[in-house]
């Protein structure tokens, strides 16, 4: 009976402590790429506040002003983060002097500058996300690729099909259908294609004829939205292999460049009336984009 108890008393003293689950660890998350702000003392959102609003024709008015294709031309000749600075410089220098009034230049012309100011900062944000990105940017292209490449296909093949015993039609379908992988010319070739596709469609018998080869609206629509995914994927690369502004940033860049010298042009003319205004700051992106490009009416020589 003493043993039994012994025996008894060892066994309670040997029974398993329960013990706590343990959580696993969780894995470290991935770090995120230092995010570029806007400047927190942005010259150019600091004096829209103290500037009338621009109204919707304003706007397309001032827009419609110089081409994207000068804006363009002008920003490719500078640095985005460069002209920001240089044009905050101007804006302050002349933000009274337009809320005054400067002879032969609207006070709203004044308020569309400072927009595209504060518009180019927002496109140095976005390009220098890209360009910290760089990896991400190049693994979207690759797989922009590879979409692109069956959509060349599809399209090449349902074009032919339309073209049936149309030899010059279907001589232009080889003719555009360039083989090469390469992101640009994949880009030129469904871009290429796709306005063969959409051609061949303004017709009931041709788009008929295009419905039975694939070629309907809905794989139109996605072969374009895939020539433009394939377009800003090759933007981000190309940004973050360079460093160099993307297409988007040059555009706006240039504008503001184009409005900085018409606000330049007018200070000289108003001067020369005899209005006492400050003087215009030296700006070297304005030199440097302006080199080579015929001198704007009033230009100071």
Same mark, same amino acid.
């Given at each position: 009976?003493?043993?039994?108890?012994?025996?008894?008393?060892?066994?309670?003293?040997?029974?398993?402590?329960?013990?706590?689950?343990?959580?696993?660890?969780?894995?470290?998350?991935?770090?995120?790429?230092?995010?570029?702000?806007?400047?927190?003392?942005?010259?150019?959102?600091?004096?829209?506040?103290?500037?009338?609003?621009?109204?919707?024709?304003?706007?397309?008015?001032?827009?419609?002003?110089?081409?994207?294709?000068?804006?363009?031309?002008?920003?490719?000749?500078?640095?985005?983060?460069?002209?920001? /600075?240089?044009?905050?410089?101007?804006?302050?220098?002349? =933000?009274?002097?337009?809320?005054?009034? %400067?002879?032969?230049?609207?006070?709203?012309?004044?308020?569309?500058?400072?927009?595209?100011?504060?518009? =180019?900062?927002?496109?140095?944000?976005?390009?220098?996300?890209?360009?910290?990105?760089?990896?991400?940017?190049?693994?979207?292209?690759?797989? /922009?690729?590879?979409? /692109?490449?069956?959509?060349?296909?599809?399209?090449?093949?349902?074009?032919?099909?339309?073209?049936?015993?149309?030899?010059?039609?279907?001589?232009?379908?080889?003719?555009?259908?360039?083989?090469?992988?390469?992101?640009?010319?994949?880009?030129?070739? %469904?871009?290429?294609?796709?306005?063969?596709?959409?051609?061949?469609?303004?017709?009931?018998?041709?788009?008929?004829?295009?419905?039975?080869?694939?070629?309907?609206?809905?794989?139109?629509?996605?072969?374009?939205?895939? /020539?433009?995914?394939?377009?800003?994927?090759?933007?981000?690369?190309?940004?973050?292999?360079?460093?160099?502004?993307?297409?988007?940033?040059?555009?706006?860049?240039?504008?503001?460049?184009?409005?900085?010298?018409?606000?330049?042009?007018?200070?000289?003319?108003?001067?020369?009336?005899?209005?006492?205004?400050?003087?215009?700051?030296?700006?070297?992106? =304005?030199?440097?984009?302006?080199?080579?490009?015929?001198?704007?009416?009033?230009?100071?020589?």
């Amino acid at each position: 009976m003493g043993v039994t108890v012994a025996a008894k008393k060892i066994a309670a003293k040997s029974k398993p402590v329960k013990s706590k689950p343990v959580k696993p660890a969780k894995a470290p998350a991935p770090k995120k790429a230092a995010a570029v702000a806007k400047p927190k003392d942005s010259v150019a959102v600091k004096a829209l506040a103290e500037l009338p609003p621009l109204n919707e024709l304003r706007r397309r008015v001032y827009l419609a002003t110089f081409t994207e294709a000068q804006c363009e031309a002008w920003g490719e000749r500078t640095k985005a983060t460069d002209v920001a /600075a240089e044009a905050s410089k101007a804006i302050g220098v002349f =933000l009274g002097a337009a809320k005054k009034g %400067i002879d032969g230049y609207a006070v709203e012309r004044f308020a569309w500058l400072c927009t595209q100011v504060a518009e =180019l900062e927002d496109a140095i944000v976005r390009q220098s996300g890209d360009a910290n990105d760089g990896l991400t940017a190049r693994s979207g292209r690759d797989a /922009a690729v590879k979409v /692109a490449r069956r959509i060349r296909m599809k399209l090449a093949h349902g074009l032919l099909n339309v073209a049936g015993g149309n030899e010059t039609f279907a001589a232009h379908v080889h003719e555009r259908n360039d083989q090469s992988d390469s992101p640009s010319a994949l880009e030129t070739t %469904i871009t290429g294609l796709l306005q063969m596709a959409l051609a061949a469609r303004r017709t009931p018998e041709g788009e008929l004829l295009a419905n039975d080869a694939g070629l309907t609206e809905e794989f139109l629509s996605s072969a374009s939205a895939v /020539a433009e995914s394939l377009n800003a994927a090759n933007q981000k690369t190309w940004t973050a292999s360079t460093g160099k502004d993307t297409q988007e940033t040059n555009r706006v860049e240039g504008r503001v460049l184009r409005e900085l010298s018409l606000l330049r042009n007018a200070v000289h003319q108003a001067k020369v009336t005899g209005q006492v205004l400050p003087t215009f700051p030296t700006l070297g992106v =304005l030199t440097h984009a302006a080199k080579g490009a015929a001198p704007a009416a009033g230009t100071p020589s």
